[in-house]
Every structure is written in structure tokens, then in C-alpha cells.
């Protein structure tokens, strides 16, 4: 079972800001990767290390963390970022090397 | 750029073995630095990691399926391959091949395979 934890759904109004957040215990120790995943397709790395954004990756995407939370920030919401996001740090609690969070479903209204 | 792309069969019985082979193009499979990584998403969307390898051979199970799965690497053919043994309905999902970067207190898996859809069923 995933040791982070998201919220299930969120949404935004077409260019406003969004917050996604990612909370576990391991994020005390490692940091986050976040993921976007659309229906029908493998997820895609939208932020890797500290606040890095792999080429072609908009800069509206950034990346923070504080404590035990992670988060994921959308800086004017445009409707192709509708999608799964998930988050990934490796795993403190000793189930394994890696663990996923739960996911967010984003709605872009 | 480097590319990942899954094969295999899409209906394994129960108790059976699941194999899964992933080739990689556009890169060579011994670049140090990379860990050759299966993950997989139950149709619930949750995501599970299952395991890595590195080119010299060196492997990191889930200790959850660390019992019934092993990671190869054939660094003649750029390819790795998952068998996953003695599986039940509850391992139907897409499994995913990825290349997974560390560096300090990060990782992260890029790029991704398009996935396979691994159905358990009589």
C-alpha cells in the first residue's frame, strides 16, 4: 500500500493556480518527483529534482517542499493540464525502495 | 532520445509466469547512473513499484513480491526482462518499464515505456 497521500480530485478554474500536495513520513527524508498522466497514456515526469522540469515540460509547473509535504503548483491552469498526477520519493518505512501517492485527479474548468 | 517499449503476452493463466521484456533504443543500457526500473498500475490507477536493476547485474526487489519476481538484463540485446511467478488476478495491471536517475535524496523515472496491460485469467 502507498505510504504518500493525495488528495482524490481537485479542481481549477482556466487560468488560475492549483496546488497539488503529497504528504508522508518519507518526504521527511527524500524529496518528491511528480508525474502527469492522461487517459490511455504512461505517465510522464513533469518535475524531477528540487524544482527541475524536464525539457518541453511548461514552466507553470513547479515544485516545493516543506516537512513531511510535498507539492506540485500549476501557475495558470490551461485546459491540456487536466490529468492524473501522481508523486514518488523513495520509501522510509522499509516496504521498499520506492512508493507512489495515491493521485489527484486535476479538473480544469 | 532514449525510448522504452514493452513486450509480451497480454493473458497469462493463474499460477503461471508473467514475462515482460523491455528494449531500449536510442541509448545504451550500460550508461552508469541508471537503474532499469518495472513498475506497474492496477486498474484502480494505484501505482507499485516492483523492482530495479542496474547494468552490472545488481538487482532491488519490492519486498512485498520479492518472493515470486526477478529482474535480467541482457546488455548484448539493450533489453530487461520481469518474470513475475505464480500470479493471481490480483497482479492483472499495466507494468510499465522506466529508467530511474538518482542523485542525493532524489530519483525519478524518465521515460517511461507505453505499458502493457497484463490480464490473469483462466
Known amino acids: 500500500s502507498s505510504e504518500l497521500t493525495q488528495d482524490p480530485a481537485v479542481s481549477v478554474a482556466l487560468g488560475q493556480t492549483v496546488r497539488i500536495t503529497c504528504q508522508g513520513d518519507?518526504?521527511?527524508?527524500?524529496?518528491a518527483s511528480w508525474y502527469q498522466q492522461k487517459p490511455g497514456q504512461a505517465p510522464i515526469l513533469v518535475i524531477s529534482?528540487?524544482?527541475n522540469r524536464p525539457s518541453g515540460i511548461p514552466d507553470r509547473f513547479s515544485g516545493s517542499s516543506s516537512g513531511n509535504t510535498a507539492s506540485l503548483t500549476i501557475t495558470g491552469a490551461q485546459a491540456e493540464d487536466e490529468a492524473d498526477y501522481y508523486c514518488?520519493?523513495?520509501?522510509?518505512?522499509?516496504?521498499?525502495?520506492?512508493?507512489f501517492g495515491t493521485g489527484t485527479k486535476v479538473t480544469v474548468l | 532520445q532514449v525510448q522504452l517499449q514493452e513486450s509480451g503476452p497480454g493473458l497469462v493463466k493463474p499460477s503461471q509466469t508473467l514475462s515482460l521484456t523491455c528494449i531500449v533504443s536510442g541509448g545504451s543500457i550500460r550508461s552508469g547512473g541508471y537503474f532499469w526500473t518495472w513498475i506497474r498500475q492496477y486498474p484502480g490507477k494505484g501505482l507499485e513499484w516492483i523492482g530495479n536493476i542496474y547494468y552490472t547485474g545488481s538487482t532491488s526487489y519490492n519486498p512485498s513480491l520479492k518472493s515470486r519476481v526477478s529482474i535480467s538484463i541482457d546488455t548484448s540485446k539493450n533489453q530487461f526482462s520481469l518474470k513475475l511467478s505464480s500470479v493471481t488476478a490480483a497482479d492483472t495491471a499495466v507494468y510499465y518499464c522506466a529508467r530511474d536517475q538518482q542523485w542525493q535524496k532524489y530519483n525519478w523515472f524518465d521515460p517511461w515505456g507505453q505499458g502493457s496491460l497484463v490480464t490473469v485469467s483462466s
Open positions: 529534482d528540487k524544482d
Open positions: 518519507s518526504l521527511r527524508s527524500y524529496y
Open positions: 514518488n520519493s523513495r520509501d522510509s518505512s522499509g516496504k521498499g525502495p520506492y512508493v
